[in-house]
């Protein structure tokens, strides 16, 4: 069974940083691309960022560019998202999302972790 | 960047009904174009991907259609499971835009 679970949310002031982790079980972690995606409260989705399964290509959307920092470690079967400089507005929900096989959907996605950016 | 218009945002209905939802894409997709169901508090989750194809374990009331810049998700005989929040998300270019959501409501 695949599971993603992520760790690492909690309150911080504006301008500090957090890291999220998401452990990852039940497939082969290292052949697959992983994402994260947010979701602020009462809004809908956004696509934060994305890693192919050697790190090679990495992407991220324009609101996070600069600040945030998606790795992974495929021997610990963990993908990351370390988070700077951090605004009132990245207040959300995070998901890790796993890459489904040839369409680019995510097709597995965990529970949620949440920061709160607010002083 | 590729934006994705959903159609309606709101939408009430009732058990038994035929429900479609529009997702417009501001230019060509071809077919990377996924469904997801959201329930408050939850993770979302797959429905469709490749516009029509139905991901394992989705009742077969739920189907996927379109390509290009128009697709529609259409659930056959809604059912008091299926009241939610469905997002569409074009995976055919970086950034991974999400349309805006379609709350489906209890009329």
């Known amino acids: 069974e695949v599971q993603l679970v992520e760790s690492g949310g909690g309150l911080v002031k504006p301008g500090g940083s957090l890291r999220l982790s998401c452990a990852a079980s039940?497939?082969?972690?290292?052949?697959?691309?992983m994402n994260w995606v947010r979701q602020a409260p009462g809004k809908g989705l956004e696509w934060v960022s994305s890693i192919s399964r050697s790190s090679s290509d990495i992407y991220y959307a324009d609101s996070v560019k600069g600040r945030f920092t998606i790795s992974r470690d495929n021997a610990k079967n963990s993908l990351y998202l370390q988070m700077n400089s951090l605004r009132a507005e990245d207040t959300a929900v995070y998901y890790c999302?796993?890459?489904?096989?040839?369409?680019?959907?995510?097709?597995?996605w965990g529970q949620g972790t949440l920061v709160t950016v607010s002083s | 960047d590729i934006q994705l218009t959903q159609s309606p945002s709101f939408l009430s209905a009732s058990v038994g009904d035929r429900v479609t939802i529009t997702c417009r894409a501001s230019?060509?997709?071809?077919?990377?174009l996924a469904w997801y169901q959201q329930k408050p508090g939850k993770a979302p989750k797959l429905l469709i991907y490749?516009?029509?194809t139905l991901q394992s374990g989705v009742p077969s009331r739920f189907s996927g259609s379109g390509s290009g810049t128009e697709f529609t998700l259409t659930i056959s005989s809604l059912q008091p499971e299926d009241f939610a929040t469905y997002y569409c998300q074009q995976l055919n270019s970086y950034p991974r835009s999400f349309g805006q959501g379609t709350k489906l409501e209890i009329k």
């Open positions: 230019q060509g997709i071809n077919s990377y």
């Open positions: 039940g497939f082969t972690f290292s052949s697959y691309s």
């Open positions: 999302a796993k890459t489904g096989y040839s369409y680019g959907h995510f097709d597995y």
């Open positions: 490749a516009a029509s």
